[in-house]
């Protein structure tokens, strides 16, 4: 196991290292941490030479130095590192939001919160584009394209909706019958269980999903239907309305909701 060090220590590693990794040009993710934070726990003599010679040369380090390192020192030697780190991160920067607002209004908010709140928000999102998926698909169908007495069968809806979109309601029943129909312990097993599985076919879906879209776009047909203005329509649609409408939709799905609080 790569890190061993206790809840206690790497906590004050992380308030160490989140100051250094704002002092550089480089984004506040999870790989830019990784690498901070064996800089700064030490425990990677190499990764340290390499940066203390970057940081000499160049002052602030970029997003391109940090990715170079991590791949160098970090990645291709435990892959499973950046997964503990990053759920590290969440945590720490999940207590930093509940001591800060406790520190405001006396407020304790329950662990854990934030992330859940922020998984949620995502996921309404996607079930929010599969809505409007299914919207577009029967407005262009039916009004666009269609020709003034033609005949359009439902099966064209169903050949122009993105299929990936029903992914995202599977995976949402799924996750709502291992809340409200499993015990407590077997839901943590099925958890346990999901992370290697999730990882592996995570990334096979990604890269094919951007394959496909390679293969079956027709970059001479968007050229033909003048490209540059398809994207100043999704700009407009983007700020005039697809922005506004979210945000009402938002409005509707949490609206009444209130932060869980801890009664002292």
Same mark, same amino acid.
């Given at each position: 196991m790569r890190y061993q060090d206790s809840k206690e220590y790497s906590g004050e590693l992380l308030r160490l290292v989140l100051p250094l990794m704002s002092e550089h040009k480089a984004a506040l993710n999870p790989v830019s941490y990784a690498v901070w934070y064996e800089y700064v726990s030490g425990i990677n003599p190499e990764l340290t030479k390499v940066v203390d010679a970057l940081i000499d040369e160049k002052e602030l380090l970029d997003d391109d130095d940090v990715q170079k390192v991590f791949q160098r020192f970090i990645a291709d030697r435990d892959e499973a590192t950046t997964e503990k780190l990053q759920a590290e991160l969440r945590r720490v920067m999940d207590e930093m939001m509940r001591n800060k607002k406790k520190e405001l209004d006396g407020t304790i908010w329950e662990e854990g919160f934030i992330t859940v709140s922020a998984v949620m928000t995502k996921v309404w999102i996607d079930m929010f584009i599969g809505l409007w998926a299914f919207i577009l698909a029967l407005i262009w169908v039916y009004?666009?394209?269609?020709?003034?007495?033609?005949?359009?069968?439902?099966?064209?809806?169903?050949?122009?909706?993105?299929?990936?979109?029903?992914?995202?309601?599977?995976?949402?029943?799924?996750?709502?019958?291992?809340?409200?129909?499993?015990?407590?312990?077997?839901?943590?097993?099925?958890?346990?269980?999901?992370?290697? &599985?999730?990882?592996? !076919?995570?990334? /096979? $879906? +990604?890269?094919?999903?951007?394959?496909? =879209?390679? #293969?079956?776009?027709?970059?001479?047909?968007?050229?033909?239907?003048?490209?540059?203005?398809? &994207?100043?329509?999704? !700009?407009?649609? /983007? $700020? +005039?309305?697809?922005?506004?409408?979210? =945000?009402? #939709?938002s409005w509707i799905f949490h609206h009444g909701m209130s932060v869980p609080v801890v009664i002292p």
């Amino acid at each position: 196991m790569r890190y061993q060090d206790s809840k206690e220590y790497s906590g004050e590693l992380l308030r160490l290292v989140l100051p250094l990794m704002s002092e550089h040009k480089a984004a506040l993710n999870p790989v830019s941490y990784a690498v901070w934070y064996e800089y700064v726990s030490g425990i990677n003599p190499e990764l340290t030479k390499v940066v203390d010679a970057l940081i000499d040369e160049k002052e602030l380090l970029d997003d391109d130095d940090v990715q170079k390192v991590f791949q160098r020192f970090i990645a291709d030697r435990d892959e499973a590192t950046t997964e503990k780190l990053q759920a590290e991160l969440r945590r720490v920067m999940d207590e930093m939001m509940r001591n800060k607002k406790k520190e405001l209004d006396g407020t304790i908010w329950e662990e854990g919160f934030i992330t859940v709140s922020a998984v949620m928000t995502k996921v309404w999102i996607d079930m929010f584009i599969g809505l409007w998926a299914f919207i577009l698909a029967l407005i262009w169908v039916y009004r666009v394209d269609r020709v003034k007495g033609e005949r359009v069968p439902f099966s064209e809806v169903w050949h122009r909706f993105p299929k990936f979109v029903l992914g995202y309601f599977f995976t949402w029943f799924v996750y709502l019958g291992i809340l409200f129909f499993m015990s407590e312990a077997a839901a943590e097993n099925a958890s346990i269980g999901a992370v290697p &599985v999730e990882k592996g !076919f995570r990334k /096979l $879906f +990604f890269m094919l999903t951007f394959l496909s =879209i390679g #293969v079956i776009t027709d970059f001479k047909k968007l050229a033909e239907a003048k490209f540059g203005r398809m &994207v100043g329509v999704y !700009f407009v649609a /983007l $700020f +005039f309305f697809i922005i506004p409408v979210a =945000i009402v #939709v938002s409005w509707i799905f949490h609206h009444g909701m209130s932060v869980p609080v801890v009664i002292p």
